[in-house]
C-alpha cells in the first residue's frame, strides 16, 4: 500500500470517527427534546430516562461502516483529490463529512445498515429485551415517584387550607 494512501486512510477514519463520538455526546439530549416535541404528555423525567436508557449503536457498526466509505473514495477518487480532501482544513472536512452522510444514505448502504441492526443480538452483552424491561421498570418507577410528589403536594394543600377531599 502506498504510505500517502495508508496516512489518507487513517485520517479519514480518525476524522469520521471522532464526529461520531461527537455526535453521541449530544444523543441524549437529542432523543429528550425528540421526545419533547413527539409526546407532549410524557414528563420531562420519563423522557429523561428514556434518552438514557436507549443505548448508543456500537461502534463496531460505526468503525465497519467508515471502512467502507473509505474504501469506496479511495477506490474510486483520483489520488490527488483525496490529497486535497485530507489538508485538514475545515471545509475539507466537511466535505469528507457531508460525502460520508451521502455514502450511507445511497441505496446499497441502506440495505447492509438495515442487514447490520437486525443481525444484532445483545447491546454491551444486554439484550434487547432486557434493554425493553429495564426501560418500561425505569419508566414505571418515574411516573410512580411523581404520582407521589403530586400526593405528598396536595396533602400539603389540604393541611394549609384545611379543606377535606374524598379518596
Not at 79 to 104: I, S
Not at 128 to 152: F, G, I, K, P, Y
Request: charge should be negative.
Amino acid at each position: 500500500m502506498d504510505p500517502r494512501e495508508a496516512v489518507h486512510r487513517l485520517y479519514i477514519h480518525k476524522l469520521l470517527y471522532r464526529r461520531v463520538l461527537e455526535a453521541q455526546d449530544g444523543r441524549q439530549e437529542a432523543i429528550k427534546e425528540l421526545l419533547g416535541a413527539v409526546r407532549p404528555d410524557m414528563s420531562a423525567q420519563a423522557a429523561a430516562c428514556v434518552a438514557e436508557t436507549v443505548p448508543p449503536l456500537l461502534p463496531e457498526l460505526h468503525r465497519k461502516w467508515i471502512g467502507q466509505f473509505v474504501d469506496t473514495l479511495l477506490g474510486t477518487a483520483d489520488p490527488q483529490q483525496v490529497a486535497v480532501l485530507c489538508d485538514g482544513t475545515e471545509e475539507n472536512n466537511a466535505a469528507l463529512a457531508l460525502a460520508y452522510v451521502m455514502f450511507l444514505e445511497s441505496e446499497r448502504m441502506e440495505a447492509e445498515i438495515a442487514k447490520d441492526l437486525a443481525g444484532i443480538e445483545s447491546l454491551d452483552g444486554v439484550g434487547l429485551a432486557d434493554v425493553a424491561a429495564t426501560l418500561c421498570t425505569r419508566l414505571t418507577a418515574v411516573e410512580e415517584s411523581l404520582v407521589e410528589e403530586r400526593r405528598a403536594k396536595a396533602r400539603e394543600y389540604q393541611m394549609k387550607t384545611g379543606s377535606k377531599t374524598t379518596h
